[in-house]
């Protein structure tokens, strides 16, 4: 499976945009978890959202919640990042990141083994 991410860009705060990770390869069935991380310059890349592709339980971390949503499509082999009421400090590279076989919903970069290539989003304020 090779992922990639896009849909970053520049916006004002309070502002939103939409991330998608595009999945080629083996379609995610239900023993896949997905997650977003971001990485800011000088930072170390921190977790932000997972889902779990059969359930759809989803976690984030408290820094984005109830201002961000993570979803899947299962047609599109597809994962999204809804990123409302943005702020400066939302500014970094966004990854997206899987994990097969599991139903947990990991929140440590480590713990993800499979990784796409980054998408910039910056927030002005």
């Known amino acids: 499976v090779q992922l990639q991410a896009f849909g970053g860009g520049l916006v004002q705060a309070r502002g939103s945009l939409r991330l998608s990770c595009a999945a080629s390869?083996?379609?995610?069935?239900?023993?896949?978890?997905m997650g977003w991380f971001r990485q800011a310059p000088g930072k170390e890349r921190e977790f932000v959202a997972a889902v779990n592709w059969g359930s759809g339980s989803t976690i984030y971390a408290d820094s984005v919640k109830g201002r961000f949503s993570i979803s899947r499509d299962n047609d599109k082999n597809a994962m999204y990042l809804q990123m409302n009421s943005l702020r400066p400090e939302d500014t970094a590279i966004y990854y997206c990141?899987?994990?097969?076989?599991?139903?947990?919903?990991?929140?440590?970069?480590?713990?993800?083994?499979?990784w796409g290539q980054g998408t910039q989003v910056t927030v002005s304020s």
């Open positions: 390869g083996s379609p995610f069935n239900d023993y896949w978890t």
């Open positions: 990141a899987a994990k097969r076989s599991t139903t947990v919903l990991g929140r440590t970069a480590t713990w993800y083994n499979i």
